[in-house]
């Protein structure tokens, strides 16, 4: 069984422009959430779609958006981007959303110069 | 204060030793406790998941879970060079609303497992 999938791995990019990441969840899973992560603060969550509907979102300002296909597939977008922007983003999917077991994929690591 | 408090680390251990991780936190409506591991470069991996109080085991792997203390812990038996990588506590409250989605991790322990 395929895992959660993220494109691209890593990418390069400038203060002010903006980026779009993808996630192709585990096969029948709906519910997608995606994290950022990095060393000073660690893991943290944006935000969560199940249904193409955004139904949970973390501390993090409107830059950050992302929506979700009726396909299950995920995309988050940084707009503006900053040098804080710099991180891992994770993508996480889930068959059971109640039960906050998730499984992630490999991330996509964002530089921002 | 965190929600959510693990020590760092590192922890450099032996091959074939016995690994204690241990987690804090302070929220009391957590109701299913995980353990991801994360090697280098990588997404984090679903080591173990339990909701109730008590211990699961799974092979070399114990986690163990005692809510009216609020801490959790997970045990590394015969540890082994590969078992080398950062492992993560995470939390989440029961299903609907705010907790959609989310996991509160703790900061992560960097293990190492020499020869």
């Known amino acids: 069984k395929a895992g959660v999938t993220q494109t691209p791995r890593y990418l390069i990019k400038t203060r002010g422009q903006q980026v779009t990441l993808s996630c192709s969840p585990i096969s029948g899973h709906r519910s997608v959430s995606w994290y950022q992560q990095t060393p000073g603060q660690g893991l943290q969550f944006l935000f969560e779609?199940?249904?193409?509907?955004?139904?949970n979102k973390g501390n993090f300002p409107g830059r950050f958006s992302g929506r979700q296909f009726s396909n299950s597939r995920s995309e988050m977008n940084v707009s503006t981007l900053e040098l804080g922007d710099s991180a891992l983003y994770l993508c996480?999917?889930?068959?059971?959303?109640?039960?906050?077991?998730?499984?992630f994929g490999e991330g996509s690591r964002l530089t921002v110069l | 204060q965190k929600e959510v408090e693990q020590d760092p680390g590192p922890l450099s251990v032996p091959e074939g030793a016995i690994v204690s991780l241990n987690c804090t936190y302070s929220n009391s409506a957590f109701q299913y406790f995980m353990w991801y591991r994360q090697y280098s470069r990588k997404g984090p991996e679903l080591l173990m998941y339990t909701y109730s109080s008590g211990n699961k085991e799974d092979g070399r792997f114990t986690a163990q879970v005692d809510k009216s203390s609020k801490y959790i812990s997970l045990f590394i038996r015969d540890s082994q060079p590969s078992d080398s990588a950062t492992y993560l506590c995470?939390?989440?409250?029961?299903?609907?609303?705010?907790?959609?989605?989310?996991?509160?991790f703790g900061q992560g322990t960097i293990l190492t497992v020499h020869p």
């Open positions: 779609y199940f249904s193409e509907t955004q139904r």
């Open positions: 996480a999917s889930s068959s059971d959303p109640n039960t906050g077991e998730l499984f």
């Open positions: 995470a939390m989440s409250e029961r299903g609907g609303g705010t907790s959609y989605g989310k996991l509160t």
